[in-house]
């Protein structure tokens, strides 16, 4: 372990001063565990321990835009600059699941679980029992392709718990994951795997309650830059850049350019109804898991039949060329009845039975169909079967749920929709019977015609034949006749295929619809996998109901102009290099009755730079704002409970990164401003107490410049050296700061590819580094 010398009068220790292969652009604290996940300028994500040995390093493949953990420090979700969302495991990195949330880069990543004061886990959790393991075994896996080694895929291993532990959510802490891309769009992911609302921030309009006469305001041509929900999930605190319009009465819009803004969104119907969206989630992701499980079943099943068809005609084709060859006017099935008959055989089958396949090709191709179709059985037990079933009890919960419609309805669980779902899960049930029936009809039929042609095989070779199995003469014709150029099984297996179903069995279909239990009469006209398909179809349309619903009740309640963004460059590429921070702290002034549903007892507080462009009479500023997620209701009773203040950063310094910590603490990485990557560097870390910092109240006004921070001016503080907690860095400093406020450390980067790791308390518990 490396420590200064004179660490006793540091306000930090030093713990470790290491080299990185690769420049460091994301890096986050686990919040439960000392581990440290960072996302290096290739696009790698590196995990380490806090006594920097490093565990996994796993590469997308595609651009890393944004990065952050579950609540629990058991998955860490990933954004990537396609607009996927992928969650990996903690403990080795491997891919649990993926999401196509968005079309474009994410930029921001915010897993939030529901904060209570008082943990009480009989009482608080939002804890959901899931009935199915009472009358279920555990839910089957997607099977594996045959001659697929382990690692070769992305379908996960039996004997791994973890994504098993991903998608049962019973007993977690209801939480969200938010996701926001440079398009402005913010999606909503409960557990992180059950996708359940999206907004876009430019497409609504944000009343300004706080004035006598509501002027609506958009924002165009955004882009987000943070998101950060808060611990009672009422609301998202968003940081953006934009156009900022005003629409005043005449219809006219005012634009005052570009800028950064802060919005404030009321989510709290997560709060509200977290244990109807619990439930929902629960039921719904394993369902998703499960139609994933039966999709690939009939990939792999579609897959091995048409090899082993393909390993049938491969052999059996070749008697077509010998009776051309042999210039008769016979089809290959009319050569093998003549055979059957007793009458003389032809010298095309002659030379094709003993020849071309004799009784050693027979018996390959009776053992690759025979084992493809007890294959293909297994699947269906193990895995179609047994997902299918798990689908069907699954439907029915949700179907009782929606019947609640004073609690349900509110989220959008459709009972008609749902009823749907669930008869269409009832139909796949009663297609993978009949495919099992017609698959077992197929392999004896194969059988019987393999049997005889060892038989004849035997007689024209003039061998004995006693020790063969029987054959059906009835069944040889019938094979001949139906399946040596037809294959029901693959037409099952395949979508685009319409079965053709006699008149006297749709009428006896008709007739049962009577007796109640489904209304659908058509379901024999189609195939295993087009039944799977509308199955789907009536999932996704009864899922994206609560989906829509949810999302509409997610509305704007507030929005601030922060500050315009230097013309010359696009708002875009310079609020990604101004340091933010969003964090949450209890507060206890904030407290309010318990009947109330959302309690506000946390105070939130938005910490940025202030651009020196726009403002050069208070260049190398710090703004810090507390209570604008709270200023709504407070601005509605004729007050506000917003307010800021500006921090000087001390002479020589400009600000690299910040972080908030907790205790309302605000962590600052400062550059000496002469520092370039060439030199060894002259930075410091600090620490400032916010609380304590002489904050002044907000007042609103009408225009659009909703607050100037040049009135902040007279009462802003300047920061010095020597009166705050403060740390020396003999190198240059680069963004990111990584501060774990559970452990109190925090990982430094310096220009020249090296990580500092600091302990921040002095009487905190150094971890374990063995």
Request: aromatic content about 8%.
């Amino acid at each position: 372990m490396e420590t200064d010398e004179t660490d006793h009068v540091l306000p930090f220790q030093l713990q470790f001063d290491k080299p990185v292969a690769s420049q460091v652009k994301i890096a986050e604290w686990n919040p439960e565990k000392d581990l440290l996940a960072m996302v290096t300028e290739d696009s790698k994500i590196l995990l380490h321990r806090f006594n920097w040995q490093r565990l996994w390093t796993i590469s997308p493949g595609r651009n890393i835009t944004s990065l952050c953990w579950r609540p629990d420090g058991k998955a860490i979700a990933v954004g990537l600059e396609d607009g996927t969302i992928s969650l990996h495991d903690v403990e080795n990195g491997k891919l649990l699941r993926s999401l196509k949330s968005h079309t474009v880069a994410v930029v921001c990543l915010n897993w939030e679980e529901e904060g209570q004061l008082i943990r009480d886990d009989s009482k608080t959790s939002s804890s959901y029992e899931d009935r199915t393991s009472r009358f279920f075994p555990p839910a089957p896996r997607v099977p594996r392709m045959p001659g697929v080694v382990s690692g070769d895929t992305s379908f996960m291993e039996d004997s791994e718990d973890s994504y098993g532990e991903l998608s049962n959510s019973s007993y977690q802490r209801f939480n969200i994951l938010c996701s926001g891309d440079k398009d402005g769009s913010i999606c909503f992911s409960i557990f992180g795997i059950f996708p359940i609302g999206k907004i876009n921030i430019h497409r609504f309009s944000v009343p300004t309650p706080f004035m006598d006469k509501q002027t609506p305001r958009q924002i165009s041509n955004s882009s987000i830059y943070k998101v950060s929900l808060s611990k009672d999930l009422c609301r998202l605190i968003v940081m953006c850049s934009g156009e900022l319009n005003e629409n005043t009465e005449s219809r006219e819009s005012q634009m005052v350019g570009q800028g950064m803004h802060s919005l404030v969104l009321d989510t709290s119907i997560f709060s509200k109804r977290k244990s109807e969206l619990h439930q929902l989630a629960q039921q719904a992701s394993n369902i998703e898991d499960l139609t994933e499980v039966i999709r690939a079943s009939l990939s792999v099943m579609c897959k091995q039949w048409s090899d082993a068809m393909r390993t049938f005609h491969e052999k059996f084709d070749s008697l077509s060329t010998l009776i051309i060859d042999h210039a008769l006017d016979s089809s290959p099935q009319e050569e093998f009845l003549s055979l059957l008959g007793g009458a003389r055989t032809s010298s095309a089958v002659h030379q094709f039975l003993v020849n071309s396949l004799g009784e050693v090709g027979v018996k390959r191709v009776l053992k690759v169909i025979c084992g493809t179709a007890k294959e293909l059985q297994r699947i269906v037990l193990d895995h179609l079967q047994p997902a299918a079933e798990i689908i069907g009890f699954r439907m029915g919960e949700l179907r009782g749920l929606s019947r609640w419609r004073a609690r349900y309805h509110g989220i959008g669980l459709d009972e008609m929709l749902i009823n749907n779902a669930t008869e269409k899960s009832g139909m796949i049930l009663v297609q993978i019977e009949r495919f099992m029936r017609v698959l077992s009809t197929v392999e004896q039929q194969f059988s019987n015609f393999f049997n005889w042609l060892l038989k004849c095989i035997k007689l024209l070779m003039q061998e004995p034949s006693d020790q063969l199995l029987p054959y059906n003469s009835e069944l040889v014709v019938i094979f001949l006749k139906f399946l040596y150029d037809q294959d029901p099984v693959k037409q099952l297996l395949e979508v685009d295929h319409d079965i053709e179903v006699d008149l006297e069995t749709m009428q006896r279909v008709k007739e049962l619809v009577q007796f109640g239990g489904f209304s659908d009469c058509d379901y024999l006209q189609r195939t295993l996998a087009k039944e799977f398909q509308q199955m789907e179809d009536s999932f996704k349309e009864a899922f994206l109901m609560p989906f829509t619903t949810v999302s509409r009740k997610m509305l704007y309640e507030d929005l601030l102009a922060l500050f315009p963004l230097p013309s010359s460059s696009t708002s875009a590429s310079v609020s990604m290099a101004i340091p933010m921070s969003i964090s949450s702290y209890e507060d206890a002034s904030h407290a309010v009755s318990s009947h109330q549903t959302c309690q506000h007892s946390f105070v939130d507080y938005v910490c940025f730079q202030v651009p020196d462009e726009p403002f050069s009479d208070i260049a190398n500023c710090i703004g810090i704002m507390r209570g604008f997620a709270h200023d709504l209701s407070s601005s509605k009773n004729g007050c506000t409970s917003l307010e800021a203040v500006l921090l000087y950063v001390p002479a020589g310094y400009e600000c690299v990164d910040l972080s908030l910590y907790k205790d309302s603490q605000i962590v600052l990485l400062l550059n000496g401003a002469s520092a370039s990557s060439e030199s060894s560097g002259d930075a410091c870390m600090m620490i400032v107490q916010a609380s304590e910092l002489p904050f002044i109240s907000i007042s609103r006004s009408t225009n659009l410049n909703s607050w100037n921070l040049s009135q902040l001016k007279d009462s802003a503080v300047q920061l010095q050296m020597e009166n705050e907690k403060v740390r020396n860095i003999p190198h240059s400093v680069i963004a990111p700061l990584a501060v774990s406020a559970s452990r109190g450390v925090a990982c430094v980067f310096a220009a020249r590819k090296r990580a500092l790791v600091y302990i921040l308390e002095e009487d905190e518990e150094v971890p374990d580094t063995e």
